[in-house]
């Protein structure tokens, strides 16, 4: 007989499709890792399984451990509360999210899968719960949604210092997550034979990228190295030009005085993963991308390659291209398709997609 005895068996492992439509006109060949296979329907999955059993040693920040029926919690807007409301469901825990105010707009499809797994969802503290008119006047409008992570993941910490049952996996400082994320790159190494010239993603915690790139050199494998993110939109990141190559590229300064302001204790003592990322030389080349190729680009993954993606699958991807152009025939261009289309669609309920 073959069976699993759980979901989180299915996680990793998952296929990589090499893209004969869409690549067809670039030297190089243009390979996408099919994350968004996972269970709960995004490459999360790796990480969250990876914090959570980590938690359950205590090899946490303060040493906390993570005890039978306890809770599991963190600040999250996109896949990151999906993966771990379904790793929790299946080893039993509680989980409890916050979500940022400018996210409740409207219907949420991802709030809906958070419930669906049975964890609770709250709003999380306002910047003005830990910061003074006087401060809050000095936050530029560019870096509102900043200003939200940052009093999100300080809402966290007040939770796990108040409850003694829960545990705040944060996965912007957490190791485990990206060494969750090196699954990928040794399936990458096995998967084409260590050919591998380029890599790279869409850059959140950089827990991914990062993750990658150390699984591939352990292998002895070092490919440039490529960062995604929505150019002019993302304000955890300061890039100089839409493609900002080392040097030119820096995490926000505002970022670490709202750190202090806020009196977030383990961010003030430890370095990020993306700080640990850039220490380390990657990625080579930072790409800012806006929301229409990254759409387009996701549309066409859709209709000609049958790929349900959503938007940052397709900036990956888009940026993909960009290398693969630049490259010679028969070397190899990797990236990740991050999640499925369907948890976006209640954010954009009357979008029509048209190649």
Same mark, same amino acid.
């Given at each position: ?32 890792? +099919? ?6 329907? =995004? ?9 959570? #059993? ?14 039978? /029926? ?9 896949? *990151? ?33 958070? %419930?669906?797994? /049975? ?14 008119? #006087? ?21 966290? =910490?007040?939770? #796990? ?18 060494? %969750? ?15 591998? &010239?380029?890599?790279?993603? =869409?850059?959140?915690? %950089?827990?991914?990228?990062? $993750?990658?790139? @150390?699984? +591939? ?14 150019? $002019? ?14 040097? #030119? ?34 990625? &080579? ?7 229409? &190729? ?11 390659? $049958?790929?349900?993606? %959503? ?9 993909? @291209? ?12 990797? *990236? ?20």
């Amino acid at each position: 007989m073959k069976y699993i005895n759980n979901m989180l068996e299915l996680i990793g492992n998952t296929p990589l499709l090499k893209l004969n439509k869409v690549a067809k006109d670039v030297p190089a060949n243009v390979f996408v890792k +099919l994350e968004y296979l996972h269970p709960s329907g =995004s490459y999360k999955d790796r990480m969250a399984l990876s914090m959570v #059993e980590a938690a359950e040693k205590g090899l946490t920040w303060n040493h906390k451990k993570l005890k039978p /029926g306890g809770i599991v919690c963190d600040a999250s807007a996109g896949n *990151t509360a999906p993966a771990l409301a379904f790793v929790s469901a299946v080893k039993g825990y509680k989980a409890i999210f916050c979500v940022y105010k400018p996210l409740l707009r409207g219907s949420s499809t991802r709030l809906k899968i958070i %419930g669906a797994y /049975g964890a609770e969802v709250c709003e999380c503290s306002s910047p003005s719960d830990f910061l003074s008119e #006087e401060i809050i006047k000095q936050i530029p409008e560019e870096s509102q949604e900043l200003s939200w992570v940052i009093a999100g993941k300080a809402h966290m =910490s007040r939770l #796990e210092e108040e409850n003694p049952d829960a545990v705040w996996v944060d996965q912007i400082y957490n190791k485990y997550n990206y060494i %969750g994320q090196m699954g990928i790159g040794y399936e990458l190494y096995d998967q084409l034979d260590g050919k591998i &010239d380029a890599w790279g993603c =869409s850059v959140g915690s %950089g827990a991914t990228l990062y $993750g990658v790139a @150390m699984a +591939l050199k352990e292998k002895g494998v070092n490919p440039f190295t490529f960062g995604v993110i929505p150019y $002019g939109s993302e304000s955890y990141y300061q890039l100089q030009k839409p493609e900002s190559q080392k040097g #030119e590229y820096e995490l926000s300064t505002l970022r670490r005085q709202m750190i202090d302001w806020m009196g977030l204790k383990k961010w003030q003592t430890e370095k990020s993963i993306n700080e640990e990322m850039f220490d380390a030389g990657y990625p &080579d080349e930072f790409f800012g991308i806006n929301a229409e &190729d990254a759409r387009a680009m996701a549309n066409r993954l859709c209709a000609e390659e $049958g790929i349900y993606c %959503g938007m940052s699958s397709g900036a990956n991807v888009f940026v993909a @291209m960009k290398i693969a152009e630049r490259m010679k025939e028969g070397q190899n261009v990797v *990236t990740a398709i991050v999640d499925r289309r369907d948890r976006y669609l209640g954010e954009y309920p009357n979008d029509v997609y048209i190649v």
